[in-house]
Every structure is written in C-alpha cells, then in structure tokens.
C-alpha cells in the first residue's frame, strides 16, 4: 500500500491533509482528504464523517466551502471527503458535467466502458474506510454524508448497510435517481437497462423496504433550481412515511443548492451525527 | 449609476450577493460582493468590515472559504469584499500572479501604462463604500480587514485615513512592502522609484509616526511560507513600539498562509472589530 501526504494545513487545532493512493477497487490513482480534530492528536480514537461531494467536485470543495472544521474540532469528529469518482488518462469520460469524471454516481458501474474503473459504492464503502482505519487515529464509528449526488451516494450506501454507519445525513440529495434525468443518465450508462439493477441505488426505493434503520437527517433549499426536476425529496419523504423509517426531512426557504446552503446548516448535521456517534 | 446583481445566496438567515458595476475611479467594470446579516432584513442599519484579499484572488475566495458568515450573522455585521485588482480586457496586465490584474496592492497608480487604472486605494477608500452606503442598509461605521496584499491594503488605509475606521485587523499581511520582493516589484510599476511615494504604502513606515490611533489585531502563522521573505510582521511589531501603537500581533504554531488559517480565527476578528463598531 502506497499513500503519498500531498498537503497539510492547520485548521481549528487539528489538520486538513490531502493524501494520494492507489486504489485496487478503482484501478487508478486517487486523491482525498482528512480533516483531523486536535482530539486526534492525543492519541484518542475519534469517529469518522464520510462526506460525499456533488457533481463535479474533488475532495476539495466540501474541505474549503462548507465550514465544517470548526465544529468537527469542537465535537471531535474526523471528516473524510472522497474524490467523486476515478480519475485519470486512462479512465473512461465524455463530454459534459454529468456522466463520467466527477460524477460517478456512487455504484459500481456493470457496462463498458465504465467498469473497468467506476466501482465507487465499493470504494466508498470498504477500500476507503480500511485504509483510514490503518492509518490515522480514527474509531470504527462512522457517519455518512452528501450533497445532491452525494447525498444520494450516502443514502443509498446507508440504507444497503446500516451496520457500517451510526447515522446518515444529506444535503439536497438526488432522492429518486430513477425518475430523474441525472439519475437516468447515469445509470443507463452505468448499470444498462435492466430496472432491478438500477433500485439498488434509489434511496427512494429502498427506504421502502429496509430492514435496518438509521437516524437520517435531510436538509432541502426552497430555492434549489433542481428541486422539482432532479432532486425529489418528496418520493423520500414517501417511502420514510410508508416504512416507519426514522427520517427527518427539512425544507428551508429562500436557501439555494449552493456551498452557502451546506454552510448555514452543516454543523446542525455534525451534532446530530455526534449524537449518534456516542460523542 | 448603473449597478447590476448578479447573483443571491441565503446564508445564515442573511444574503451573500455579487454585484457589477462602473468604477469610475478605476474607469472599468467592477465586480464586488456583499455579506447583508439578518438583521439588515429588519431595517437595522448594520456596520460594515470591508475585507481586502490577497494575491490572485476575486471576491469570492473570501466569502467561500473563509467561513465568516456564521459570526457576521450572529454579530449583525455586513461584510464588502471587493476585487483586488481593476479588470477587463481594455486593463493593463502582465504574466505573473504578482503585477497588473489580481494584485493591484491598493494604491493609485502614478505610472503608465498602470495609472490609467490602477487605483484601488481610492476605490477602496470612497468610491465603493459611497456605493455601499447608497444601496444597502447600512451605517457608517466601518472596520477594514484583510490577508497577504488585502493585509497590506487593509493596514495601510486605516492608518492613513483613521477617521474612516472603527478598527482595523489583518492576515499575514505583507507588513513593510518597501522591503520585500512583492511590494519593490509592485511599488516600482505603479509608483516609479520615489521612495517617499512608497512610504505613503507601508504600513510600517506609516504606523512610526501616524496620529490617529485604531485598534489594530493583526494574526500571522509561524508555518507560513512567505513570513521570513515577504511579510516581515516583525518590521511592523517594531513600528509599534515606537509609536505606542495600539497594535496586538499574534503569532500561531503550524498556521499557514492559506484559508484554512483565515477561517480559524476570522470569527475572533470579527468580534474585535464589533466591540469597536459599538455592537
């Protein structure tokens, strides 16, 4: 195993670090980044926030925009923010935000050319994570979160496997990617066009059926210009209703699908998640 | 007066907003945002921290990164950040981060080709607080911050003009430029090779024998890269001194000079400057 530290900042007492590695799942190099609390320094274990980013973005954007380090060094809570897809020369892409490099979806891609490198649900769910565990002073609690195709990636990677994750939470997530065009995009390019296939990866779907529940805290703009065509918090809300499921879904006026959005609210997401990381 | 919004953000209960319009003081368009606090929804007319960014920077990088909102919300305080630099393709420029567009160091230049531009002292100083003033609700109780070149600005238009100011405080600010690579590079395209029109632009000069006295808090990284050769807070620590200047400098262990620096004590600023703005 080979990891590179490619930056380090102080932040808040503790340390934002970038790393590279090489991911066996993905078949490619890849970049993320940590943000240690001061906790971690004391040797003590702190528990893990997975975030995971929106269409177009790198571990970057969460790490500089959102805010969250302040209150992540309060509680004492690491964040780990993945690249949002593989990378790389040798990685499939087209033209266009929203399919291939910086929007892999979360799921492990099953058609040409993508499958050779967009595994990113298994990249998320178990290469990450180990390689976090081995290397910094981190517990095996974890959390999990997102922003639009992030939130989506977090719901989804929640509601297959809560016994991974203690809490999940989502800002403005791609609710019902089945019955939207990011999502039916990305999947018919992804996963083809067998139906089964893509209800493995609609929150909205399995939220109908699960069996194991997880504190879920999801926050929605009113003023989100991909509300009502992409995002589709009411097929959530829906399912929650239908199945019992522990979701708290908030709607806020006037606020956009923007970093400011995520800001405003992320450290009411880091307390609920630190509720339930036994902090 | 034409003034165009160009975009509207819900932050914190409060709205970031850009705005274009024409500068007559540096004869182009200009781009600034504005952070208006909830309070300023009510009617309340809120106090003002203009804040001055560094090298390469627009009006964004602030108001993204440096997660100031939160306690500009909590505070009642409106925040300005201009561009650093007149802008467009009628505007003089160089290659190199350090001269012509995004590192117009806050003086008026004397010149050519720069003079028919580059004046951002007088920008910064009257042209867009009357603007400011004029459009939104605010007061005239006004602060002035900054980093890096912003730094510089911020310290070099308070203690020239200490009537405008409640109080003034700064990042890694570049703190002597008469005796660094930037600020000689810098000084000899806008100003020529007078060394008196350069004393008018250092803060350390300028606080050895200035009147009007602010309070002053300035915070630098001890792991910040550009210290020894650029910033030289030592050379304003000194001033101070010899003027019983009211400045307090704080030096923090393994901060650099980027944002993540910024972020972990701009909410301390903040405070600083809203005991001054009588909050």
Redesign the interface.
């Known amino acids: 195993m080979t990891i590179e530290n490619l930056s380090s900042?102080?932040?808040?007492?503790g340390w934002?670090k970038q790393y590279r590695h090489r991911s066996e799942v993905l078949n490619c190099d890849m970049r993320f980044a940590i943000y240690l609390p001061p906790q971690a320094a004391g040797g003590e274990q702190v528990p893990v926030l997975y975030w995971l980013s929106g269409l177009t973005c790198t571990d970057e954007n969460f790490m500089?925009?959102a805010?969250a380090?302040?209150v992540a060094a309060e509680l004492g809570i690491a964040i780990v923010a993945p690249d949002t897809s593989p990378r790389g020369d040798a990685v499939a892409d087209v033209e266009g935000y929203d399919l291939g490099q910086g929007a892999g979806f979360y799921v492990n891609a099953t058609q040409d050319p993508w499958s050779r490198h967009y595994h990113m649900y298994d990249y998320v769910l178990e290469e990450l994570p180990a390689l976090v565990e081995a290397l910094f002073p981190v517990s095996d609690k974890r959390a999990i979160s997102g922003h639009s195709m992030g939130g989506h990636g977090a719901l989804v990677l929640a509601l297959r496997n809560p016994e991974r994750f203690q809490s999940v939470s989502a800002f403005s997530p791609i609710a019902n990617p089945v019955n939207c065009p990011w999502g039916q995009k990305a999947f018919t390019a992804y996963l083809g066009e067998n139906g089964a296939d893509w209800a493995e990866y609609d929150a909205s779907l399995l939220m109908r059926h699960t069996t194991g529940k997880l504190p879920a805290l999801v926050d929605q703009?009113e003023?989100d210009n991909f509300l009502a065509e992409q995002l589709k918090p009411e097929a959530l809300a829906a399912a929650a209703a239908a199945s019992d499921y522990p979701l708290q879904l908030r709607r806020?006026e006037?606020?956009?699908h923007?970093?400011?959005?995520i800001?405003?609210f992320i450290?009411e997401h880091l307390r609920f998640h630190a509720e339930h990381l036994g902090l």
């Not at 900042?9 to 007492?13: A, I, L, T």
């Not at 923007?258 to 959005?261: A, L, P, Q, V």
């Open positions: 900042n102080k932040s808040f007492g934002h500089q925009k805010g380090q302040q703009g003023a806020h006037g606020y956009d923007s970093y400011y959005f800001a405003s450290g």
